[in-house]
Structure formats: structure tokens, C-alpha cells
């Protein structure tokens, strides 16, 4: 009964590459959240996304940052021409259905280094 | 729009003591509220969460929180703790017209329990 599942754990990158982070959702769930935590702080909302569809992307940079949920595979959040501020820890967290009071279930995160 | 405050950064205790970690919430509508705990270097785990009916929510490895309408908060707390508890603890709300499951952090206490 495997649970979200983020990779790869690490990443670097050097500033101007490309950084794509994978996350496949618990086995029953369509619906995929992305967060991302800087050092020393909370854990901030991205994009929410359910298969093909994005349903709010309130929280994504307006430039460099894209996602996607396509109907087959694994969520990609792609970053664009990486600066050092994009340093972080990026979460997936997945859930079976569109209600607000449907708890998260986390993947372990893809700690991202720019160099 | 939702806001979590979280009112310590840092909660050091000695080993078998009781804790309380305190959580704020601003909202103008009905919500629900969670734990989630996160140990080094992994994703967040659900600790308890409040949906409905009973104000005092018990969860995973004797932890308890009571949700206080009032007084807009949810504390968690643990009548003796173990060293196995050190960790960064997040309180997070959703509903209230926010889309799905999506949550709204606080920036986190770190619990650091001493022999």
C-alpha cells in the first residue's frame, strides 16, 4: 500500500537549469496538491490539480514555474531557468476527493539545491 | 481569506513532561483543522484533525487537541512526552471556500524533548 511518492529526493541544480520534480499520488487519488517550504518556514500552497485539469494555481510564481497531472503518469512540477531562491523543500500531498475535509496524505519531499 | 498563528517557534521540554503547542486560527467561516508532525528530513504526517461533533480530538501517539470556537484555537497537547517526539509540529486549516483539500500552514514549532 505504497503512499504519495516524490522523486528524486535530491536535486541540484546550477542556476538556468531546469528542475522537474515527479510525484505519484496514493493508489485511489486524482487529486494533487503542491507545496513548498522554504528554510525556517511553513509550508506554503502551490497548485492543486486533479487529472488533466488545473484547479487552482493561486500559489504558483508567475513565471518559470508550470505544472501538470496528465491523464497517465506521474505530477511534474517543472522550474524553468532555476535561481538560488528556489532552494527549498517541494511537498506532494494527494487526497481522494474534492471536499475540504479531506486530510492530505504527504509524500517526502524533493529537497531542491541551487547552485 | 484563512490565517494560522502559531504562537511558539521553539518548545523545549524535559523528557515526561507535559507540552501544549499553541495554534491560532482567523477565519470567517467554518473550517477544519489539523496536526501534522514532520521528523528530519520527511513529509508531514497526520496527527489528529478536526472536522465535527466532540471539541476534544485525540490522535496517534497519545496526542490531543481541543478545538475552541471562542477563542479561535486548537492546542495541541501530550500529558508526558518522549524524546521520540522531537519534531517540527504544523497546525493547518481548510474549508471555508478554499478549493478542495487545500491547507493553510502555520509556520511551525519545533518540540525538541530532552533527557
Known amino acids: 500500500n505504497a503512499g504519495v511518492m516524490q522523486n528524486p529526493r535530491h536535486l541540484v541544480r546550477r542556476r538556468g537549469q531546469e528542475a522537474r520534480l515527479r510525484c505519484s499520488p496514493m493508489?485511489?487519488?486524482?487529486?494533487v496538491y503542491w507545496y513548498r517550504q522554504l528554510p525556517e518556514e511553513g509550508l506554503k500552497f502551490m497548485v492543486y490539480?486533479?487529472?488533466?485539469?488545473?484547479?487552482?494555481e493561486s500559489g504558483m510564481p508567475k513565471e518559470r514555474f508550470s505544472a501538470e497531472f496528465p491523464k497517465e503518469g506521474p505530477s511534474i512540477l517543472r522550474i524553468q531557468q532555476v535561481v538560488r531562491g528556489d532552494s527549498a523543500a517541494y511537498f506532494c500531498?494527494?487526497?481522494?476527493?474534492?471536499?475540504?475535509?479531506?486530510?492530505?496524505?504527504f509524500g517526502n519531499g524533493t529537497r531542491l539545491t541551487v547552485t | 481569506a484563512q490565517s494560522v498563528t502559531q504562537l511558539d517557534s521553539q518548545v523545549p521540554v524535559f523528557e515526561e513532561a507535559p507540552v501544549e503547542l499553541r495554534c491560532n486560527y482567523s477565519?470567517?467561516?467554518?473550517?477544519?483543522l489539523f496536526w501534522y508532525v514532520q521528523y528530519p528530513n520527511q513529509g508531514l504526517q497526520l496527527l489528529l484533525k478536526?472536522?465535527?461533533?466532540?471539541?476534544l480530538v485525540k490522535g496517534i501517539n497519545g496526542f490531543e487537541a481541543e478545538f475552541n470556537k471562542s477563542q479561535t484555537s486548537f492546542h495541541l497537547r501530550k500529558p508526558s512526552v518522549h524524546i521520540s517526539d522531537t519534531a517540527e509540529y504544523f497546525c493547518?486549516?481548510?474549508?471555508?471556500?478554499?478549493?478542495?483539500?487545500?491547507?493553510?500552514f502555520g509556520e511551525g514549532t519545533q518540540l525538541t524533548v530532552n533527557p
Open positions: 477565519s470567517s467561516v467554518s473550517v477544519y
Open positions: 493547518a486549516v481548510s474549508g471555508g471556500g478554499t478549493s478542495g483539500s487545500r491547507l493553510t
Open positions: 493508489k485511489g487519488h486524482s487529486h
Open positions: 500531498a494527494s487526497s481522494p476527493q474534492r471536499t475540504d475535509n479531506s486530510p492530505l496524505h
Open positions: 478536526y472536522l465535527s461533533g466532540s471539541t
Open positions: 490539480l486533479q487529472k488533466e485539469n488545473i484547479i487552482d
